[in-house]
């Protein structure tokens, strides 16, 4: 859509006029052109002249002037007309923009009878005075044959003046005429002459100045994250109209992507009373979204689905849109699909690469045999990222699905500069359908949604929740269709050779990109032989069963990003049965004798050792990480299991007497109840034992949900304990993608207790909030920021060795990971190439094959953040010292990193990187490098290495931190207590201390 703005002006001749009208093909003697509103000074600064030869003759003058006025605007709409071929030329560019970035005037076609309007240009964000040119459609037909549907011509509103004026009243006795409560007081002719005029100019009464004199709101809001996105004009639109056609006006606001715009927004409009929020933004995980809920704001939310609560919301059928584009393909002839899927953040990329897969199925292809390329947003560069990635894979697919039209035109660049031809060698399907996808080439086929009606049908469920605020939020959705162009045809079998791939690659990078072209063979294999050993389903009451909704989940190998198996994706409902089970198996469980508890604990940690190396293998090909790292978390994991069961027969109470003696003091240690477990993917294994343990050791049931990437590892874990014969109902196991309303619908159940997470900080603040309401208590284990202090007097072997343990665990992927490496400036150059050796020394490449140390990160927004992160560094006067560039080929891997002269206000000191990079910064004194250390609003851990002993104890007494590793790179321990200060974190896992997160102490006060 062309935005309208203040247009340039430009001085126009009987000269300019003719060559303006020869340009668009406009008879002179047709036009009839006026100017409304007021000359104003546009987006260059220049101004539209006004002045017209004075010659004494008022008719000459006139005359001249409208020749003036006629020239100035054929300019400005010869300027539409370039702007709309410019756009024609450039397919990817959106249809607001004009090629020099500055906005156009804004036209309108009107009959040749309508009079003149003295208004402003109306728009979605707030008016503009500007140039509205009013065209005669004698001048409008040639005009609109040339732009063609480029342009949209905004019409002019008409005020309230206007509609007085050529009624010949008062502007309040429009108003009182109009108004069906005031309208008694007017004379009836009068009442009907200022009807005719409001119809003749289309005049419609502001409800919002209305509603703001009458304290009856009558609005609603809606709030869209960037209008110039093509989407979403369509969108508001149908949302306008819906709103409007019962008394209701909409205030749009354009945020621009901006989270803290739009949380100013939504507060404004909620200050403002309005009766409900229309949410067009596209995340998934909103924190806003629980608040205006709790307040009992209506809320519909478009095009997408909220984790946080069950919400009326409008979209497409992503799914069935993904099934239209393989089944066309599929009917074409083409057997080899690939999938350039979108953000797995966003609910439209899930829906989409769902439907995918479960169209690959439908036809009676193998959904695993299918590459896919993850996205870190719908961007063409990202599109073009990921072609690479399917099209190195072999065989060649001869088709590519993109979950966002400019995912498609990435596809489309990719394909051209690697030789190959669409759709001869690769045909291709983008989604949405966005302008000008039909001018692309080839002219893309793409699956249309129905934007428009999408905003009708949100207006609709907006009126109904305002009608009935207790109704059931409703979920709707609405039909895609599939528009046919020439970038499908049939596959044709020839020999298709394919250029290298532009840029500079390092024999490095072919060895991990030959070793993860490997890797689909040697990790299938690997899970094959799995198969029927690997439960997929949802462990609940001691009962395997699928989701209560049926629907599954994908989990994916980080080395190849292809698809695992597919897993049980538990819902809402299965929450709540989930607790049901807990709640009935907690009293026998509390009752249970500790010793016998403890025996229990101790047969799990034998089953687990036993089957560690299989379970080793499972949490490579859904993590990632190294084999070497993946035991080594695998036999810690168990010591979890070792330990409380020790720590279960150790529930020690207290006695006292009183200090007046009048009574004793008694103190016992009760089970809490019923835990809500919520465990990150980093640790699949040892998160999720380092709270099971404690808990079943105190004497608590508990609901487990571990993360969407890594769910396999827990339900194995869930069968080690049925193996070891915990009771059913005791344990329960639950994955889903469903993370927000799920653990919201446990924290909203009375008997859930205890809530014990690991995270990030972000979501803790959240749960935080969100177990408020009853009270639960929290175990909070969240993000980190971890200090690696080397002082000049340290053993730099040591150090070195300890800093390897510290950062690579897991190839950085620990909130104890060492993220900012302070190293005295005396040593900083020889600690920095030290470590970089070490650190290169390392074979990158899929966790199970021999030799390799270091494995891909979990996905690919995560080696999107690390890549950005290190290359911010870089431009602000950081060296790599090793690393630093993103591998090609497939899979998420980034190398081992080592940067010097880091500046110590870069970004990447103060965020968590979680991958294996080491920024490392020079310091002078032990005053300056605590200051550094403690600025963070972390304090999960630090390391320090020295060699003077009181120094370090000194050093780690001043950190802000919960834990410190004095010349130790490593700090956890099943026996220690682990937590952190700060925003870091609640409460402390392992250690005694772990399991008294599980107990309530009573207090009996007693005389005998």
């Not at 905003?455 to 305002?466: D, K, N, R, T, Y």
């Not at 900012?820 to 899929?846: I, N």
């Amino acid at each position: 859509m062309l935005g309208p703005d203040e247009g340039r002006g430009q001085a126009a001749s009987g000269e300019g006029f003719d060559d303006a009208a020869r340009g668009l093909g406009v008879d002179r003697e047709a036009a009839g052109i006026e100017r409304t509103g007021q000359a104003v000074e546009a987006g260059r600064g220049e101004r539209v002249e006004q002045a017209a030869r004075d010659d004494g003759r008022r008719v000459g003058r006139e005359g001249r002037r409208k020749e003036h006025l006629v020239g100035e605007a054929l300019r400005l709409l010869h300027d539409v007309v370039a702007a709309a071929r410019a756009l024609h030329q450039d397919p990817s560019r959106p249809r607001h923009a004009r090629p020099d970035g500055t906005n156009l005037p804004a036209v309108r076609v009107v009959p040749a009878e309508a009079p003149p309007l003295s208004s402003r240009v109306a728009w979605l964000t707030r008016p503009r005075r500007g140039w509205a040119v009013t065209i005669q459609p004698a001048v409008a037909s040639p005009i609109a044959k040339e732009v063609g549907d480029v342009v949209v011509a905004l019409g002019l509103r008409p005020t309230l003046r206007d509609v007085a004026k050529l009624a010949g009243v008062h502007p309040a006795t429009v108003s009182r005429a109009l108004n069906a409560e005031t309208r008694a007081l007017v004379a009836a002719d009068t009442v009907c002459r200022v009807e005719e005029a409001a119809a003749t100019l289309g005049y419609r009464p502001d409800r919002l100045a209305r509603s703001l004199k009458t304290g009856h709101s009558s609005t609603v809001g809606v709030v869209v994250p960037d209008l110039t996105n093509p989407l979403f004009p369509p969108i508001v639109r149908g949302i306008e109209e819906g709103m409007e056609a019962r008394g209701y006006v909409a205030l749009v606001a354009n945020t621009d992507n901006d989270e803290e715009r739009e949380r100013r927004v939504v507060e404004e409009m909620r200050d403002r009373a309005v009766d409900g929020i229309v949410f067009a933004t596209a995340r998934r995980h909103h924190p806003l979204l629980l608040e205006c809920a709790r307040a009992g704001m209506p809320l519909v939310l478009v095009n997408r689905v909220s984790d946080e609560v069950a919400l009326a919301s409008v979209s497409a059928d992503d799914e069935a849109g993904a099934h239209l584009a393989v089944e066309h393909l599929v009917a074409l002839g083409h057997r080899l699909l690939g999938h350039v899927a979108g953000p797995q953040h966003i609910s439209t990329g899930i829906a989409r690469l769902r439907g995918f897969r479960a169209a690959l199925v439908s036809a009676g292809l193998d959904p695993d045999a299918a590459p896919v390329a993850f996205t870190a947003s719908y961007s063409p560069v990202e599109g073009a990222r990921c072609a690479a990635e399917i099209l190195a894979c072999a065989p060649l697919p001869t088709a590519i699905v993109a979950a966002n039209d400019m995912l498609a035109i990435g596809v489309l660049r990719t394909l051209r500069a690697t030789g190959l031809r669409c759709p001869d060698d690769v045909s291709v399907v983008g989604f949405n359908d966005v302008p000008f996808m039909d001018l692309v080439d080839p002219p893309l086929t793409t699956v249309r949604l129905p934007h428009y009606e999408i905003g009708l049908a949100a207006a609709e469920l907006m009126l109904a929740q305002i009608d009935d605020p207790g109704a059931t939020p409703r979920a709707v959705e609405l039909p895609s269709r599939l528009v046919v162009r020439s970038s499908c045809g049939a596959p044709r079998c020839r020999r298709v050779e394919r250029r290298a791939p532009r840029g500079p690659w390092s024999r490095r990078d072919e060895e991990v990109v030959a070793m993860a072209s490997s890797a689909a063979d040697l990790h299938g294999e690997a899970f094959a032989a799995m198969a029927g050993r690997v439960p997929t389903r949802c462990f609940v009451g001691g009962d395997w069963r699928p989701s209560s909704d049926r629907t599954e989940m994908a989990v994916f190998d980080p080395a190849t990003g292809r698809v695992l198996v597919d897993v049980a994706d538990g819902s809402i409902d299965d929450a709540t049965a989930a607790v049901d089970a807990a709640s009935a198996a907690l009293p026998a469980w509390a009752a249970t004798p500790p010793r016998e508890r403890s025996e229990i604990l101790r047969r799990a940690f034998e089953v687990m050792v036993a089957r560690k190396e299989e379970m080793a293998r499972l949490v490579v090909l859904e993590n990632g990480k190294a084999y070497p790292d993946a035991l080594g978390e695998v036999t810690y994991a168990a010591e979890f299991f070792r330990w409380f069961a020790e720590e279960a027969v150790r529930n020690a109470g207290e006695i006292a007497t009183a200090p007046s003696g009048s009574n004793k003091i008694l103190v016992l240690r009760q089970p809490i109840g019923v835990a809500a477990l919520v465990t990150p993917w980093n640790f699949p294994a040892a998160m999720l034992t380092r709270k099971i343990g404690p808990a079943l050791a105190a004497g608590c049931s508990v609901v487990c949900k571990p993360a969407s990437e890594t769910p396999l590892t827990a339900l194995v874990i869930a069968e080690v304990l049925e193996e070891a014969g915990v009771p059913a109902g005791v344990v329960n196991v639950v994955p889903t993608s469903h993370s927000g309303p799920f653990v919201a619908r446990l924290l909203a159940d009375p008997r859930v207790r205890k809530l014990s997470f690991t995270g990030s900080t972000e979501v803790g603040r959240i749960l935080l909030a969100a177990a408020a309401d009853n009270v639960v208590s929290c175990s909070m284990e969240l993000g980190g920021n971890a200090p690696f202090v080397v002082f000049d007097d340290a053993d730099l072997d040591a150090a070195v060795a300890g800093a390897m343990v510290a950062k690579m665990r897991n190839g950085g992927e620990a909130c104890t990971a060492a993220n900012r490496f302070y190293v005295q400036a005396g040593v900083a150059r020889e600690f920095s190439e030290r470590l970089a050796r070490a650190m290169g020394a390392l074979v990158m490449g899929p966790g199970l094959h021999e030799g390799v140390g270091l494995g891909p990160l979990v996905n690919e927004p995560s080696r999107l953040k690390v890549a950005e992160l290190v290359e911010a560094a870089l431009a602000t006067g950081a060296r790599a010292v090793v690393g630093g560039a993103v591998p090609g080929g497939p899979g998420w891997f980034y190398p081992a990193t080592v940067l010097a002269d880091v500046d110590p206000s870069a970004a990447i000191l103060s965020t968590e990187i979680f991958g294996p990079v080491a920024p490392v910064v020079a310091f002078s004194s032990e005053a300056e490098v605590i200051e550094m250390a403690n600025a963070s609003e972390f304090g999960l851990v630090s390391y320090c290495y020295t060699g003077d002993l009181a120094r370090g104890l000194r050093v780690a007494e001043a950190l802000e931190c919960g834990m410190v590793g004095l010349n130790r790179g490593i700090v956890s321990d099943p026996a220690a207590p682990f937590g952190g200060t700060k925003q870091s974190g609640l409460g402390r896992e392992g250690g005694h201390e772990g399991m008294l997160e599980y107990l309530e102490q009573k207090y009996i006060a007693c005389s005998w």
